[in-house]
Protein backbone atom coordinates (compact mmCIF):
# COMPACT_ATOMS: atom_id res chain seq x y z
CA UNK A 1 0.00 0.00 0.00
CA UNK A 2 1.78 3.70 -0.85
CA UNK A 3 2.15 5.55 2.19
CA UNK A 4 -0.22 8.24 0.79
CA UNK A 5 -3.11 5.95 1.18
CA UNK A 6 -2.46 5.49 5.07
CA UNK A 7 -4.64 6.62 7.22
CA UNK A 8 -2.31 7.28 10.10
CA UNK A 9 -3.88 6.82 13.62
CA UNK A 10 -2.97 8.84 16.16
CA UNK A 11 -1.30 7.24 18.50
CA UNK A 12 1.09 8.54 21.08
CA UNK A 13 3.46 10.52 19.46
CA UNK A 14 2.00 10.05 15.86
CA UNK A 15 4.55 7.33 15.25
CA UNK A 16 4.48 4.47 12.73
CA UNK A 17 6.60 1.69 11.87
CA UNK A 18 7.65 1.26 7.95
CA UNK A 19 7.70 -2.59 7.39
CA UNK A 20 8.19 -2.94 3.35
CA UNK A 21 10.47 -5.89 2.37
CA UNK A 22 13.91 -4.29 1.60
CA UNK A 23 15.39 -5.34 -1.76
CA UNK A 24 18.45 -3.73 -1.67
CA UNK A 25 21.41 -2.67 0.46
CA UNK A 26 19.95 -0.20 3.21
CA UNK A 27 21.58 3.01 3.65
CA UNK A 28 23.98 3.67 6.58
CA UNK A 29 22.22 4.46 9.94
CA UNK A 30 22.28 7.79 11.75
CA UNK A 31 24.88 7.94 14.51
CA UNK A 32 24.62 11.18 16.56
CA UNK A 33 25.67 13.71 16.80
CA UNK A 34 25.77 14.73 13.22
CA UNK A 35 25.00 18.46 11.79
CA UNK A 36 21.41 19.50 10.19
CA UNK A 37 22.83 19.13 6.71
CA UNK A 38 23.71 15.51 7.75
CA UNK A 39 20.43 14.38 9.06
CA UNK A 40 18.34 15.53 5.59
CA UNK A 41 20.90 12.99 3.93
CA UNK A 42 19.89 10.47 6.13
CA UNK A 43 16.26 11.19 5.67
CA UNK A 44 16.73 11.50 1.62
CA UNK A 45 18.06 8.44 1.33
CA UNK A 46 16.27 6.00 3.86
CA UNK A 47 13.15 7.44 1.78
CA UNK A 48 14.67 6.62 -1.77
CA UNK A 49 15.86 3.23 -0.24
CA UNK A 50 11.83 2.81 0.93
CA UNK A 51 10.35 4.49 -1.85
CA UNK A 52 8.36 6.88 0.36
CA UNK A 53 8.30 10.81 1.06
CA UNK A 54 10.70 12.37 3.61
CA UNK A 55 7.48 14.61 4.64
CA UNK A 56 3.93 12.93 4.35
CA UNK A 57 0.60 14.55 5.33
CA UNK A 58 -1.97 12.50 6.97
CA UNK A 59 -5.48 12.53 6.63
CA UNK A 60 -6.66 15.26 8.64
CA UNK A 61 -3.72 17.43 7.95
CA UNK A 62 -0.65 16.66 9.89
CA UNK A 63 2.62 16.57 8.66
CA UNK A 64 4.89 13.66 9.43
CA UNK A 65 8.71 13.39 8.87
CA UNK A 66 10.27 10.41 8.43
CA UNK A 67 13.06 9.44 11.20
CA UNK A 68 15.97 7.02 9.76
CA UNK A 69 17.17 4.39 11.77
CA UNK A 70 20.34 4.71 14.20
CA UNK A 71 21.98 5.53 17.75
CA UNK A 72 21.74 8.41 19.95
CA UNK A 73 22.39 9.62 23.85
CA UNK A 74 19.27 10.34 25.62
CA UNK A 75 18.47 11.81 28.84
CA UNK A 76 21.24 14.46 30.02
CA UNK A 77 24.65 14.07 32.13
CA UNK A 78 24.53 15.18 36.20
CA UNK A 79 26.30 18.46 35.40
CA UNK A 80 23.87 19.94 32.50
CA UNK A 81 22.21 22.93 33.97
CA UNK A 82 18.44 21.98 34.20
CA UNK A 83 18.78 18.41 34.73
CA UNK A 84 16.88 16.68 37.31
CA UNK A 85 17.05 13.41 39.01
CA UNK A 86 15.28 11.19 36.64
CA UNK A 87 17.30 12.01 33.67
CA UNK A 88 19.89 9.39 33.11
CA UNK A 89 21.71 9.76 29.97
CA UNK A 90 21.79 6.71 28.49
CA UNK A 91 22.20 5.16 24.74
CA UNK A 92 19.30 4.69 22.14
CA UNK A 93 18.85 2.71 18.77
CA UNK A 94 16.39 3.21 16.37
CA UNK A 95 15.81 -0.35 14.37
CA UNK A 96 13.82 0.64 11.80
CA UNK A 97 12.58 4.44 10.36
CA UNK A 98 9.41 5.63 11.40
CA UNK A 99 6.89 8.97 10.85
CA UNK A 100 6.47 11.47 13.22
CA UNK A 101 4.67 14.63 13.63
CA UNK A 102 6.69 17.82 12.59
CA UNK A 103 4.40 19.59 15.46
CA UNK A 104 3.20 19.14 18.56
CA UNK A 105 -0.46 17.77 18.04
CA UNK A 106 -3.09 20.02 19.83
CA UNK A 107 -6.15 18.57 21.70
CA UNK A 108 -8.54 19.19 18.80
CA UNK A 109 -6.34 17.39 16.49
CA UNK A 110 -5.93 14.44 19.00
CA UNK A 111 -9.78 14.50 19.59
CA UNK A 112 -10.56 14.57 15.85
Known amino acids: MPVSDL ?3 LV ?3 LTA ?8 EPPRTIAP ?3 EKAKLY ?4 AQHLEVPVELTNSIGIKLMLIP ?5 MGSPPEEEWHRDDE ?10 FYIAKTEVSQKQWKS
Not at 18 to 25: G, I, K, R, Y
Not at 43 to 46: D, G, I, L, N, T
Not at 69 to 73: N, R
Open 7 to 9: QLP
Open 69 to 73: PGEFQ
Open 34 to 36: FAV
Open 88 to 97: VLHGVTLTRP
Open 18 to 25: LASPVLCA
Open 43 to 46: QQSW
Open 12 to 14: GLL
